[in-house]
C-alpha cells in the first residue's frame, strides 16, 4: 500500500504525548486520538526498564503517571535518586521489569487541569507496541504518521547499563513501517545525539535528529555530568548553531525562545528560527497547551486555570507560525490542525 506522505508545504503538527490534553500522556488512547485530530508526527518519550525494554513515560519515575502508590507489593520500591542533578522521590522505571509494568494503569499527570476521567483504563506501552499501532493507522487512513521520539536522560541511563540509542536504532530497523516512514530522535543531551548521528548510514535517511533546547542558564545532562561548562545559551548562538547542525538536522527550542511574554502579552519574535535557518536546521519548538495555565494574561478566557481558552490557544499558535517555525509541539492536535490549516488558507 502507497501511503501519502507528510506535507512539505506547510508547518508538520507534532503530538506532544499525544493528545495530551485530552487523554493521560503517552498511552495508545491518547496517540490513537492525536491521529484522528490530525498529527503529522506522534511523541513516545523512551525510558528503561530494569530488563532493557524501551516503553513510553515522561519520566523515569512513575508516582505521577500511573498508579504504583496503589500497588502495595511495589510500596517497597520508592526511592530517591538524583537525576540530572536533581534529586527526585518515587518509583522509578529501572527498578521494574516490563512485565511488573505492565500491571500498572496510566494516570494523568495533570489531574487539576484536565481531571481524572480516564484514570486506571490504559497501560504502560512499548516503543514496538506504539510503532505497531502507528502503522496500523497509517495505513487504515492511508496516510504516513511519523513517530518523533525523544531518548530521555541518556547519561544516567548509560551508566546503569541501559544505554538506549542503539535499542532504538534496532527497534526501528525491526519494524517495517519505521524502516520508511519519518522518525526524528530528540534528546536533551548531546552525546548521544552524536553518536546517534555516526551510527546512521545512508541507508538510514528516513531518520533525523533533533537537538533539544531547555532553559538558557541550565546545561544538558551529559555537559553536566562532564563537569563542562557549556549551557543551552550558549548552545542557540550562531556558532553554537552550526556546531548542532553537524549531527543535527532539528532544533527544538521552548516556544518562548522564539515569542516571549512581556506584562502578559506576547512580544515581538526573537531571532532564533532565522538564525537556525541561517545554519541548515529546521525549527520544531515545544509546546502549545490549551488551558489558561499555561497561556499569557492577554489571551486566557475567563480566570479558571483549567479553562480551555481555544481562540487564544490558536493566536498563539498563529504569532509562532507567522516566524516560519517548521513544525510544532502541541499537547492539542487538533487545534495544531485547525491554525495550520488557517495558515495556509490565507
Do not use: C
Not at 46 to 73: K, Q
Not at 106 to 122: H, K, M, S, Y
Not at 182 to 210: C, D, M, T, W, Y
Not at 314 to 336: K, Q, Y
Amino acid at each position: 500500500m502507497t501511503l501519502t506522505p507528510l506535507p512539505t508545504d506547510r508547518p508538520l503538527v507534532i503530538a506532544h504525548r499525544g493528545a495530551s490534553a485530552l487523554r493521560p500522556e503517552h498511552t495508545l488512547a491518547a496517540y490513537a486520538k492525536a491521529i484522528e485530530d490530525g498529527a503529522d508526527f506522534i511523541e513516545p518519550d523512551l525510558v528503561a526498564t530494569r530488563d532493557g525494554a524501551l516503553v513510553a513515560r515522561h519520566e523515569n519515575e512513575i508516582g505521577g503517571t500511573t498508579d504504583v502508590s496503589a500497588h502495595p507489593e511495589f510500596a517497597a520500591r520508592k526511592t530517591s535518586k538524583t537525576i540530572d542533578g536533581h534529586a527526585v522521590t518515587g518509583w522509578f522505571t529501572e527498578d521494574f521489569t516490563l512485565a511488573e509494568l505492565k500491571t500498572l494503569r496510566a494516570r494523568e499527570r495533570l489531574p487539576e487541569l484536565r481531571g481524572t476521567a480516564f484514570d486506571g483504563q490504559f497501560q504502560i506501552v512499548t516503543l514496538d507496541e506504539i510503532i505497531d499501532f502507528t502503522a496500523a493507522e497509517a495505513a487504515a487512513r492511508g496516510r504516513m504518521i511519523g513517530l518523533i521520539p525523544e531518548i530521555k536522560h541518556p547519561s544516567y541511563f548509560q551508566q546503569r547499563g541501559l544505554a538506549m540509542e542503539r535499542k532504538v536504532l534496532d527497534t526501528l530497523q525491526a519494524h517495517a513501517y519505521t524502516r520508511t516512514a519519518p522518525v526524528v530522535i530528540q534528546s536533551f543531551e548531546v552525546s548521544n545525539l552524536k553518536e546517534l548521528h555516526g551510527l546512521l548510514g545512508p541507508e538510514r535517511s528516513n531518520i533525523a535528529l533533533l537537538q533539544l533546547i531547555d532553559q538558557p542558564d541550565s546545561q544538558p545532562g551529559d555537559v553536566l555530568a562532564a563537569g563542562g561548562t557549556q549551557t543551552y545559551a550558549d548552545m542557540i548562538t550562531p556558532a553554537g548553531l552550526r556546531a548542532i547542525a553537524a549531527y543535527a538536522q532539528y532544533l527544538g527550542p521552548s516556544v518562548r525562545a522564539i515569542v516571549p511574554v512581556e506584562d502578559g502579552r506576547l512580544g515581538p519574535p526573537t531571532a532564533l528560527v532565522g538564525d537556525a535557518h541561517a545554519a541548515g536546521l529546521r525549527v520544531a519548538p515545544w509546546t502549545l497547551r490549551p488551558e489558561n495555565f499555561f497561556l499569557p494574561a492577554s489571551l486566557r478566557q475567563g480566570d479558571a486555570p483549567a479553562a480551555r481558552a481555544i481562540e487564544g490557544t490558536l493566536e498563539e499558535m498563529h504569532r509562532l507560525l507567522g516566524t516560519g517555525v517548521d513544525a510544532f509541539f502541541t499537547d492539542d492536535p487538533a487545534l495544531g490542525r485547525q491554525a495550520v490549516d488557517r495558515l495556509m488558507d490565507r
